[in-house]
């Protein structure tokens, strides 16, 4: 039997039609996203399903679509497969689903609370003032040195998301981060600028967690055994507590760490459950070889797979 690290991905992995197919073939899809239409009091389903792009890459939208789209997911397999994973954990956003699958946040509370941490995170920063871009092939140790040495007129610049030993992302003021990225290019390190409206996970985050402190302390979890590697330490939390929530809104991603934790406790496979491949493709890079590397994008072939693991 595997050991199944279940992994649920973040911002960026939208796309316009993620969950139609899904919903046209299961009714627990179906019953998914009415339920998040009807908690957040608009069609969230058609936004996923048809909308424009644009509108659906708002981080007030984006967060709720991301994370019914990947509970929509989890619970096809989990109905039509055996499929129960050893450990959970998700990609910043993706920690609320990792949650929700690991049953210890209810799915209704928690669309509701990626929506106010959408529109927290867009009204903490003024729109254009903030920027984010992917640093490739560079020391994570040098790389903060580097965002150290850009001139403090220039504003923050700060690395936010440890995603693996050749990619890590930075966040801040967009002066600042054009200024490291330009710096970084002189000395032919690859950047590419990330297009989000925010500079999430930096400390120019800090108002957004603190207009979300009180309306996450007030959410119940429920204990259950499924253990969650948190994104704040990289480490499993026993037992997961609320205050990961609140301060991973301005904290790094620690994702190298937490892929480390997974193998070190012994998982063999990891399975990104939700839209697109982006935490498959950091996977590759990053665990031991002869893992197993799968995704959850081509719903059939993902049951297939589990089905494979799972002797189901």
């Given at each position: 039997?595997?050991?199944?690290?279940?992994?649920?991905?973040?911002?960026?992995?939208?796309?316009?039609?993620?969950?139609?197919?899904?919903?046209?073939?299961?009714?627990?899809?179906?019953?998914?996203?009415?339920?998040?239409?009807?908690?957040?009091?608009?069609?969230?389903?058609?936004?996923?399903?048809?909308?424009?792009?644009?509108?659906?890459?708002?981080?007030?939208?984006?967060?709720?679509?991301?994370?019914?789209?990947?509970?929509?997911?989890?619970?096809?397999?989990?109905?039509?497969?055996?499929?129960?994973?050893?450990?959970?954990?998700?990609?910043?956003?993706?920690?609320?689903?990792?949650?929700?699958?690991?049953?210890?946040?209810?799915?209704?509370?928690?669309?509701?609370?990626?929506?106010?941490?959408?529109?927290?995170?867009?009204?903490?920063?003024?729109?254009?003032?903030?920027?984010?871009?992917?640093?490739?092939?560079?020391?994570?140790?040098?790389?903060?040195?580097?965002?150290?040495?850009?001139?403090?007129?220039?504003?923050?610049?700060?690395?936010?998301?440890?995603?693996?030993?050749?990619?890590?992302?930075?966040?801040?003021?967009?002066?600042?981060?054009?200024?490291?990225?330009?710096?970084?290019?002189?000395?032919?390190?690859?950047?590419?600028?990330?297009?989000?409206?925010?500079?999430?996970?930096?400390?120019?985050?800090?108002?957004?967690?603190?207009?979300?402190?009180?309306?996450?302390?007030?959410?119940?979890?429920?204990?259950?055994?499924?253990?969650?590697?948190?994104?704040?330490?990289?480490?499993?939390?026993?037992?997961?507590?609320?205050?990961?929530?609140?301060?991973?809104?301005d904290s790094p991603v620690l994702w190298?760490?937490?892929?480390?934790?997974?193998?070190?406790?012994?998982?063999?496979?990891?399975?990104?459950?939700?839209?697109?491949?982006?935490?498959?493709?950091?996977?590759?890079?990053?665990?031991?070889?002869?893992?197993?590397?799968?995704?959850?994008?081509?719903?059939?072939?993902?049951?297939?797979?589990?089905?494979?693991?799972?002797?189901?």
């Open positions: 039997m595997a050991n199944i690290l279940a992994m649920f991905p973040g911002q960026g992995s939208q796309y316009v039609g993620m969950g139609k197919a899904l919903c046209e073939g299961f009714e627990v899809a179906r019953n998914t996203f009415s339920e998040a239409d009807e908690v957040l009091d608009f069609k969230l389903s058609d936004l996923c399903f048809n909308g424009l792009e644009a509108e659906l890459r708002l981080t007030a939208n984006q967060q709720p679509a991301i994370l019914t789209t990947s509970i929509a997911v989890w619970r096809v397999l989990t109905s039509e497969t055996d499929l129960r994973p050893k450990l959970f954990t998700g990609h910043s956003l993706g920690e609320y689903s990792a949650l929700v699958a690991a049953g210890k946040l209810d799915f209704a509370r928690a669309v509701k609370l990626v929506r106010m941490r959408g529109q927290a995170m867009q009204r903490a920063v003024p729109e254009g003032t903030g920027a984010m871009a992917a640093v490739i092939g560079l020391d994570p140790a040098a790389l903060i040195e580097k965002c150290k040495a850009i001139d403090t007129r220039l504003g923050t610049v700060e690395v936010v998301n440890f995603n693996g030993p050749q990619q890590q992302i930075v966040s801040g003021h967009k002066t600042a981060v054009e200024a490291l990225t330009k710096a970084l290019a002189d000395e032919k390190i690859r950047c590419t600028p990330l297009p989000v409206s925010a500079p999430f996970h930096s400390s120019l985050m800090a108002p957004a967690r603190e207009e979300m402190t009180p309306k996450l302390e007030g959410t119940p979890l429920n204990p259950t055994e499924y253990p969650v590697i948190a994104n704040l330490t990289g480490q499993l939390a026993q037992p997961y507590t609320i205050d990961n929530l609140i301060k991973q809104i190298t760490d937490t892929l480390a934790t997974a193998v070190a406790e012994g998982c063999d496979t990891f399975f990104e459950v939700g839209p697109g491949k982006v935490l498959f493709g950091l996977a590759r890079k990053a665990v031991p070889k002869g893992s197993k590397i799968i995704h959850s994008d081509a719903i059939d072939k993902a049951i297939e797979d589990v089905c494979m693991l799972t002797d189901c």
